[in-house]
């Protein structure tokens, strides 16, 4: 009997040592150094692959492991698991990246960590994916880094570009140091992220957190987004237009910092987005609060925020905004030289038009910081039925930058519209519903005019 239990015992010992766990697929089994300086990509793409090919599980990125990586495809009914304290890093080669994360155009940088098409992806663990950012800028300014100069195409490396995904699910990571977009959805349904820590470079321009592109049955919660741009974005870019609207958008429990707009709708929008809500969220040190920057030819309509704390403060003009808490717009899109202008109107035109923004909620928002609310369009039904209820507006200056104006960029015309502060400002808007608002100016306050609401063209 005593033989018979010690086979037993070293025959399972055996077991244990010499096989893989059933549907987990151990990157260092494929060939992943894990030291971070070798590039893992083909490990990681071939532990990648032969999940798929079995039917699916779990590609395991382990504990205490820092794997550098070039581009890798993912595929369906895959776990990309991060063990705490395990590193994906991006190589900082730029020469590596030639997928553009657009397309046609390759203005707007390059793709890592991409899928196109698949189902059943998730992203789960303790771990990091790192978008190794700063490598990838220039010079390091006041409130930014400069954006190296580029030729036919931008090298930065977007961090997870999820194309026609069925089933994602984005659970617990983190992810950080973005050189351009970070987690970006284009024509996704029924996609998850939840409790994921997303930490960007502030000072790193297009570092986007989420953008949501042409996507449907979205739900974004208990997430913390610190971002050099928008924290979290809707949006229809043209090169995608064939993946329709983006609708059914529901964003809740989430802390964001960022310095262009913490939430924003547009500004590229060549279809419509609505069905969105927006609910139980603080947003901390950002240029905007809660922005439409409607500049294409798309609508927005039937999108709702509530229960809201919103701080604004104001930074240079590479950042676009002016501390508005609220800012709800409509205005054509200016002609450019952008790196990526050929695809800024629809296909043979010389000038853009903007589309119609309604049905906008407003409610229960606590504002502070240096600016107040802007309303605006080209036209005065362009913007229309916008309802603000029980919002509190508190004037606080922050820092040296001088106040007074608005920001409309990008437009046609003017950029800034020069103005006293006012809590909300109404420049050329239709329908307009004020209820509750009340104001409150801090007296270190610079002494300059003041008022509840600007009303200029048809306020109803």
Known sequence: MKKFLFACVCLLMAACSGSKTPGVYNVLDYG???DGVTDDAIAIQNAIDECNAQGGGQVLFPTGYTFLSGPVELKSNVDIHLDVQSVWKANPDESIYTLSAFGENRGEGMMWIYADGIENLSFSGKGTIDGNGVSFMGKELGDSYELKPIT???PRPHVLTLKGVNHLSIKDITVQNGAYWTVHLIGCHDALIDGISLKNNLKIRNGDGIDIDHSRKVRIANCFIESGDDCICLKNRREFEE?????????????????SCAIKIGSENMDSISNVLFDNCIIKASNRGLGIQNRDEGTVSNVVFSNMIIDCMYFSDVWWGKAEPIYVTSYPRAVGNHKDAGWRFPKGATEGKCGEVSEIYFHNIKCYGENGCFIGGDTKDKVNHIY??????????????????????????????QSPAYGVYVDTASDISLKDIRVKVDEKFPDIQFGGVQKLINIK
Not at 252 to 258: D, I, L, R
Not at 390 to 417: A, H, L, S
């Open 32 to 34: 992943a150094k894990g």
């Open 152 to 154: 036919d195409f931008d």
């Open 243 to 259: 993946y329709g609207p983006c609708e059914d958008i529901v964003v809740t429990n989430c802390v964001m910092t960022g310095r």
């Open 388 to 417: 603000l209820d029980n919002i509190d507006i508190t004037f606080e200056k922050r820092t040296d930058y001088m106040g007074g104006q608005y920001d409309k960029r990008p437009c046609v015309g003017e950029g800034f519209v």
